[in-house]
């Protein structure tokens, strides 16, 4: 059967279960979720109380109902509170609910989760759905819920020892329980006041109530925080928000960055991944710098082209065509470590370790014999191209103001000039110092198209690489029915 939670961004919807039916659950720890999947993203958005009223999805928030109720019909543990399997439930209703427009109605999932982890003396996880928990009330406005997400806040503050929060709080729900004629959360409340006072006279300001040996601000109270997914929305194409990290992978890094843009669009320009710390949203950035650096060099050459005397733009195309190819290095060694399960990867071989020094031009093609192995091949050309651009950039950056002769003739230009004169590039004449003959729109055209056709050229091995071992993967299946059929028409 299809996973039951799956919805518009994660694929087709599954079939609708009784309410009786807990259903098969994609594995989520409430506590922590270091995900190695990545997701580009057309633009960030500020989520202002405006938005919180956004368009229901009510089929997902249907099945995320069910989800809650399952949750609540489980047994409970002795200490009253949610048993692993309902609090794994909550998290995922919660999921669905904050996606799909019924973040009125997340509290509910929250609250019995904050209370799950204070049991288990797990405070900063139990603060951080305690946060989410207040913010979600807040923005629904129903009195009833303000009081149980203040109800709750107190009593882990009172848990953290932080007195002053707890007393705060616990006023807070003691007045909205007696407008609400509610004498038993009244009663409650008015304890929770009491605790307060006394963690407050009693606490001691060491170490975290939480037993570590770690000051409170630098341990758990970190999680005191406004919930960073309620926060900040993540758009990928258009209007489409990225999904949860608990209801969608994501894609593999060296997937994201082999990707060509797409026509008429342009390259993304960073990478996202999810992180839950200790329940806590983390969003993390990766800037896709070849992306950017390209770009910046394509904007250089056309200034080059219009203020054909000037040396300035030519040497921001050079730098920056030779930047897009060693973030594209760079990138491609960090993805190339974190994925280690890549089918397209070699498994079967120890990985090359990428981390010494080397020649950025050597180590690109290192990376490439890795990843590609034989069937990784150049024209002779373009690897001089290549090798030239970066020793070029080395010396126009790098210069201690080497002498050199400079006369009508430039009988002896240098190794720079020599190789871009062969290459058929347009230098200004001499006499000049190099660095002026060289710096033309021309040498920034070539610079530009020598960065960009080395990024073309590993996309395109790569795009081979995925399609081979995806007919490999179709090619074996087959042959593994047609070996099953044959078996058993020998056993008929």
């Known amino acids: 059967m299809a996973p039951y939670l799956e919805n518009e961004a994660t694929g087709p919807a599954a079939p609708r279960a009784p309410s009786s039916f807990v259903p098969v659950l994609p594995p989520a720890d409430p506590r922590h979720l270091f995900s190695k999947g990545w997701f580009g993203a057309e633009r960030l958005e500020d989520t202002s109380p405006a938005a919180f009223h956004a368009m229901v999805d009510r089929n997902a928030c249907e099945r995320a109902g069910k989800l809650t109720e399952s949750a609540l019909s489980l047994p409970a ?46 405070i900063g996880t139990a603060i951080a759905y305690m946060r989410k928990a207040l913010h979600v009330a807040d923005l629904a406005g129903d009195r009833t819920g303000r009081m149980a997400a203040k109800l709750l806040a107190a009593e882990v503050y009172v848990a953290a020892e932080q007195g002053v929060k707890g007393r705060e709080l616990a006023a807070e729900a003691a007045s909205l329980a007696h407008d609400l004629k509610d004498g038993v959360s009244q009663a409650k409340a008015e304890r929770l006041m009491e605790a307060s006072t006394k963690c407050s006279a009693s606490r001691s300001l060491r170490y975290c109530p939480c037993g570590k040996r770690a000051p409170y601000l630098q341990c758990c109270g970190l999680a005191d925080e406004m919930p960073g997914e309620y926060l900040v929305k993540v758009f990928r194409k258009g209007s489409t928000l990225a999904a949860s990290p608990y209801l969608s992978r994501g894609a593999w890094g060296l997937d994201l960055l082999m990707m060509p843009p ?71 060694k960090l993805f190339h470590k974190q994925d280690s399960g890549h089918p397209a990867l070699p498994q079967n071989r120890p990985k090359k370790d990428f981390t010494e020094k080397s020649r950025i031009a050597d180590s690109l093609n290192s990376l490439s014999v890795e990843t590609f192995g034989e069937a990784w091949t150049r024209e002779a050309g373009d690897k001089a191209d290549t090798a030239a651009l970066f020793e070029l950039r080395n010396a126009l950056v790098h210069s201690v103001g080497d002498a050199e002769q400079i006369s009508p003739e430039a009988r002896d230009p240098n190794e720079h000039v020599r190789y871009l004169l062969g290459r058929g590039l347009n230098l200004r004449p001499a006499p000049a110092p190099w660095a002026d003959r060289v710096l033309t729109p021309s040498v920034a055209r070539w610079a530009l198209e020598v960065a960009t056709k080395h990024v073309t050229d590993v996309r395109f091995a790569y795009a081979s690489l995925v399609r081979k071992e995806a007919a490999d993967e179709v090619s074996d299946g087959i042959l593994q029915d047609i070996e099953e059929e044959n078996s058993v028409l020998a056993r008929e």
């Open 77 to 122: 543990r002795p200490d009253g509170t949610v048993s692993d399997e309902a609090a794994r439930l909550h998290l995922l209703a919660a999921e669905l609910k904050r996606l799909n427009g019924a973040q009125r109605d997340v509290a509910v999932d929250y609250i019995p989760l904050a209370r799950y982890f204070l049991a288990s003396r797990e």
């Open 262 to 332: 797409e026509t008429g669009h342009e390259e993304l320009r960073t990478f996202y991944s999810w992180r839950i710390e200790d329940g806590a949203h983390r969003l993390l950035a990766y800037p896709n710098w070849t992306a950017r650096a390209l770009a910046s060099a394509r904007k250089m050459v056309q200034f080059a082209e219009i203020d054909v005397h000037g040396t300035e733009a030519p040497a921001s195309a050079i730098l920056q065509a030779a930047c897009a190819l060693e973030a594209f290095e760079t990138a491609w």
